[in-house]
């Protein structure tokens, strides 16, 4: 069920979801009749949705930039592993060749001062971060949840913050705390009625007859 979109998904969503089900039991056809009457094949369609959030340039980056940071620094909130932006910078050491390297070169094989030069820029000649401006960075990334993955906030040190990752079990495509409308649905146990079970059990509602008196001209 999509978070923020309850009442589309079970008026909509669920109602198309019943129709593809129906088409796959071939009980409505898929394509052009003999009467000209044309039936599109229906699927969910958070599938669309779902590849939409795959295809996101600024996610795949977002991902990249946990898993690198996961990888190379670790995940905690220990002494080693939250570190504030000059801490991170430093620790990023830019690997040998590494300035030479193009956006065209394979994703995977970037390393973590790749990627924060790649978002926050720098001075290509000495090879630093843009600091100041990696740390408006993380907090557009802050508590947003990408491949199992979080970034936080952590205690000051030396009166800057500092960042730290958090690795989180049993998280899906769609659960990230984002400003966006996909946010994580609350937990309730208050069991959810599909269309098709409203479709079902509704009854009719039998209107009865009122009696109308007609009104008598005056004289």
């Known amino acids: 069920r999509m978070a923020s979109f309850e009442i589309w998904d079970d008026m909509v969503r669920q109602t198309i979801c019943w129709l593809a089900s129906l088409q796959r039991q071939q009980h409505i056809p898929i394509g052009e009749t003999s ?57 990023a050491a830019p690997p040998q060749f590494s300035v030479n390297r193009s ?38 990334y802050k508590d947003r949840i990408t491949d199992g993955l979080c970034l936080r906030w952590g205690e000051k040190r030396q009166g800057a913050l500092t ?18 409308h996909m946010r994580e649905e609350s937990t309730s146990n208050k069991p959810r009625t599909t269309v098709k079970q409203l479709t079902q059990t509704t009854k009719p509602t039998r209107l009865s007859a009122v009696p109308i008196t007609p009104k008598r001209r005056q004289a």
């Open 163 to 180: 960042w730290w990752i958090e690795a989180l079990r049993g998280c899906g495509e769609f659960r990230e705390l984002n400003s966006s």
């Open 35 to 91: 009467d000209g009457i044309i039936f599109p094949q229906l699927t969910d369609p958070m599938d669309a949705v779902s590849d939409a959030v795959r295809d996101d340039p600024a996610r795949s980056q977002h991902g990249r930039l946990l898993n690198a940071w996961a990888n190379e620094i670790g995940t905690g909130q220990s002494r080693n592993t939250a570190l504030t932006i000059k801490e991170l910078v430093a620790k």
């Open 103 to 140: 956006a065209e070169d394979d994703d995977d094989a970037l390393s973590l001062y790749d990627i924060l030069f790649e978002l926050a820029g720098g001075n290509p000649v000495t090879q630093t971060i843009n600091g100041k401006r990696l740390g408006k960075i993380l907090s557009q």
